[in-house]
């Protein structure tokens, strides 16, 4: 009996020891996502009135058409350009009291709100980035992330702790492995993934590489390479929790390195950052003593423990109060949080001990209601009669579990087509012209390199959306906005006529860099009548004609 309980409480301190975070970790990572947050908003504001406004193709009516259930967002509140631009300026403020760790963890809970609720506001912009970095800020939420490097920090009257291993760090940690893990099952329903030759595809695919990927073309064994490796980096991610020390340093920089090398060839976005700041979760105290030793050899200034207390001991207390003195209740409630955080901690872990498998499955419900928090809440937050908690609970369950399972990125078949959009349209004097890129009527290839036709990445998915014809008012009211912007600019000549097409170009090993030699076809999206106008389908003699283009 007493071997038996030694080995248990060896095996439940090698866990411990696994799911451990060091708060200057933590610390780091609450600087990532808000300098996230405040990247991602200056990002999507070149899009503003595009993406965010009633003026653009976008309004809120085709957002909440495009959800799957119905869903509060703060961007819903107002539809005047103005209010949501103060909403923008809201977020962003927030985002920097994260970075500054002010109040921690209400604005984390906060930022959350607003994230949420700006992805909400135009779901036909979204990427897996959008969804990850959702999740790594709701874990985010029951860390302590204001414990190190933090205003909170200068304020707090104790110590900040060395490290912290909980339920909370497990569940952040399991973010990433579950990412990768089941994005590896999914590949590997394709013999492509395996083999390496999908990622040589991939890079093929003009529309989303740039940069360095143009120079990689040159070396398909190189890619084909790096797919495998990428494919089996997948598959065996689980190691990143196993193993400790300096030996989880290493593995956790060369994923860093993997994703360094998407950020610079693949333009999906932020997901190659946002996959950053989760790995940053898995560097333990050693990484951060090694980073002081080396340090300490080129004579560099050192953070030590005794920071916090340094700047509380040099800071007049009338000072280090003055922000907390014009907040009272918050500075009640942030003084309370330390204190029970510990408590619940250790209630939680005795109730682990005694019975784990019980406390599993509450956490289990108890993430199952608060993703089913978002259907309650819905029509306006009251919640109706005819609403059944149990099955609202069970339904936010299912979601969490689909949405745990639906890191499909690139799988289980890699795209292996190219496309970029032509729009044909007819003015009222009769000339004909390609509207979307702005030149004379051709099926011709906009640009060398495709990913250009696009002003911005957020752009490229929400024409996928487009191209997805979902929801199906998707391409009228871009057709619609785009007759209104033209006609706007040109008095006198207007459009009357719209007709949109994606144009495909079949990519394989041979013609990764002759796009030239690939089969082409185009695929009708939407025949549109400009104001009055009876919609009609609009082509170019010229390729009409060529019969071997595949083309309309």
Request: hydrophobic letters at 45%.
């Amino acid at each position: 009996m007493v071997l038996a309980a030694s080995a248990t409480s060896t095996r439940r301190a090698a866990l411990r020891e696994r799911v451990r975070i060091d708060t200057r970790t933590l610390a780091l990572f609450r600087v990532a996502l808000a300098l996230l947050i405040l990247a991602d908003l200056f990002l999507r504001a070149r899009n503003f009135s595009h993406f965010y406004t009633e003026a653009g193709p976008v309004p809120q009516s085709l957002a909440t058409a495009a959800l799957s259930t119905d869903a509060p967002s703060v961007y819903f509140l107002t539809t005047d350009p103005t209010g949501t631009a103060a909403l923008f300026v809201v977020h962003g403020v927030l985002a920097v009291l994260l970075l500054v760790g002010y109040y921690t963890r209400i604005v984390t809970a906060l930022s959350l709100v607003f994230v949420l609720s700006l992805d909400l506001r135009n779901p036909l912009v979204l990427s897996y980035a959008d969804t990850l970095f959702v999740w790594l800020l709701f874990w985010a939420i029951f860390l302590p992330l204001g414990d190190r490097w933090s205003v909170d920090a200068v304020h707090a009257d104790r110590e900040p702790r060395a490290s912290v291993a909980s339920i909370a760090t497990a569940l952040a940690l399991f973010q990433m492995i579950t990412m990768y893990t089941v994005n590896g099952y999914h590949k590997s329903g394709s013999a492509l993934w395996p083999s390496g030759e999908a990622a040589v595809l991939v890079f093929g695919l003009d529309d989303m590489t740039f940069f360095l990927a143009d120079s990689l073309h040159a070396v398909p064994s190189l890619l084909q390479a790096g797919g495998f490796a990428w494919y089996y980096m997948l598959c065996l991610s689980g190691l990143l929790i196993l193993t400790r020390g300096r030996l989880r340093t290493g593995l956790v920089s060369v994923y860093m390195v993997a994703h360094l090398s998407f950020a610079v060839t693949v333009r999906i976005g932020a997901f190659a950052f946002v996959a950053l700041a989760g790995l940053i979760l898995f560097l333990q105290s050693s990484f951060w003593n090694d980073l002081s030793a080396v340090a300490h050899r080129l004579s560099l200034p050192t953070t030590t423990a005794d920071t916090n207390r340094a700047v509380r001991t040099r800071l007049p207390l009338a000072r280090r109060h003055r922000l907390s003195d014009r907040l009272p209740a918050l500075t009640a409630l942030a003084a309370r949080l330390p204190r029970l955080e510990l408590e619940y901690t250790a209630q939680l872990t005795s109730r682990i001990r005694h019975n784990p498998t019980r406390t599993v499955a509450t956490v289990v419900v108890v993430l199952g209601a608060v993703v089913a928090l978002v259907s309650v809440l819905s029509a306006g937050g009251l919640v109706g009669d005819e609403v059944d908690p149990v099955a609202e609970i069970e339904r936010g369950a299912t979601g969490f579990v689909d949405h745990q399972t639906e890191w499909s990125i690139f799988a289980p078949e890699p795209r292996t087509t190219d496309r970029y959009y032509v729009f044909p349209a007819v003015t009222a004097s009769g000339e004909h012209l390609d509207v979307y890129n702005d030149r004379e009527l051709t099926f011709d290839r906009p640009h060398e390199n495709l990913q250009q036709q696009y002003e911005t990445y957020r752009e490229r998915f929400y024409m996928n959306s487009v191209g997805a014809t979902e929801p199906p008012e998707t391409t009228a009211l871009l057709a619609e906005h785009i007759c209104t912007e033209w006609n706007e600019a040109h008095d006198g000549d207007e459009l009357t006529h719209l007709t949109m097409y994606q144009v495909q170009e079949e990519v394989t090993r041979e013609t990764i860099g002759t796009p030239d030699d690939r089969e082409r076809s185009a695929v009708l999206l939407h025949r549109h009548g400009c104001g009055d106008n009876e919609p009609t389908e609009i082509v170019d003699s010229e390729w009409n004609d060529d019969n071997e283009s595949g083309l309309p």
